[in-house]
Nanobody, 123 residues
Framework: QVQLVESGGGLVQSGGSLRLSCAASGRAFSSYTMAWFRQAPGKEREFVAGVAWTIGRTDITDSVKGRFTISRDNAKNTVYLQMSSLTPEDTAVYYC????????????????WGQGTQVTVSS
């Protein structure tokens, strides 16, 4: 079992920045990815970014490239999502997830999920 706890969400003005954190505890797979997804009201959950833990490879969806960065702290078993130049379209609940192997944009490929943290960007 893996437990994931997200933090760092909140209300920010358009153009602002936030950093989300996701701390993992428990036993994961031998090869796994920690990823961020987001879900806006009335929309499907979408992949934002992922990092393959053992090799450090990162993947970021095109819509946030250049604005969002994913990073990790191995010692703390924590993954971060640094978000900048935020727009109202980034408003969503952001979820941390763990799945086997490399990053995959399909939510169903992930086995463990955090409770989510709300990010609201005002115009």
């Amino acid at each position: 079992q893996v437990q994931l706890v997200e933090s760092g969400g909140g209300l920010v003005q358009s153009g602002g920045s936030l950093r989300l954190s996701c701390a993992a505890s428990g036993r994961a797979f031998s090869s796994y990815t920690m990823a961020w997804f987001r879900q806006a009201p009335g929309k499907e959950r979408e992949f934002v970014a992922g990092v393959a833990w053992t090799i450090g490879r990162t993947d970021i969806t095109d819509s946030v490239k250049g604005r969002f960065t994913i990073s990790r702290d191995n010692a703390k078993n924590t993954v971060y999502l640094q978000m900048s130049s935020l727009t109202p379209e980034d408003t969503a609940v952001y979820y941390c997830a763990v799945g086997r192997g490399l990053s995959d944009p399909r939510a169903r490929k992930y086995d463990y999920w955090g409770q989510g943290t709300q990010v609201t960007v005002s115009s």
